[in-house]
């Protein structure tokens, strides 16, 4: 009984999911739906206004066009199993401070989507090495079969072997040295 509500939630989750992946076409082009000229959309629980935008209609575009895809972007992080899904980050990133830019700011004031690219820079100075890092671990390991673990213990064991080795040169020295005395 107790193994049916992990597999219940898992499949509780992956329904959502497919749900979510699913809906984002229809939510994508929910805009064009808006009468034009419209200054307030009232959806559900809020009140979308135009946001500096020409209409209600505009600000929702241009807010399901950085929305859809940043979702898409984390549901495909959060469900990545390969080696490289930290990449992934770079464009979750820029589409990040591109929603940001466009809710903070009134649109007739600033450009949109044009300085981003600073904060986009930083992200990928950080991911970037992190993905090489790991790729270049996984190459060693499973492509060139360089086990840095097995190649630490060897060396820690040759280093013991030395040492060893060290001491009973010295056990001998002193053995013919005594022996020299009696």
């Not at 505009?58 to 930290?86: D, G, N």
């Not at 991911?127 to 996984?138: N, T």
């Not at 499973?142 to 280093?159: P, R």
């Amino acid at each position: 009984m107790k193994e049916r509500k992990p597999i219940r939630t898992k499949l509780i989750i992956e329904g959502l999911i497919a749900l979510t992946i699913a809906i984002t076409p229809v939510l994508f082009y929910s805009h064009k739906y808006i009468a034009e000229g419209k200054q307030e959309i009232d959806i559900l629980f809020f009140t979308l206004t135009a946001n500096g935008f020409a209409d209600a209609g505009t600000a929702l575009w241009f807010y399901l066009v950085k929305i859809i895809p940043l979702t898409l972007l984390v549901i495909w992080f959060v469900t990545c199993k390969q080696w490289w899904y930290h990449a992934i980050l770079i464009p979750i990133s820029m589409y990040s401070f591109q929603l940001y830019s466009v809710l903070s700011s009134d649109s007739e004031a600033e450009a949109i989507d044009e300085n981003e690219i600073f904060y986009i820079i930083a992200v990928t100075m950080v991911v970037v090495p992190i993905v090489y890092f790991i790729r270049v671990k996984l190459v060693d390991k499973h492509v060139h079969g360089i086990d840095l673990d097995a190649m630490d213990t060897e060396l820690q064991i040759l280093k013991e072997k030395e040492e060893l080795r060290k001491e009973r040169e010295k056990l001998e020295q002193r053995q013919k040295t005594l022996a020299k005395k009696m």
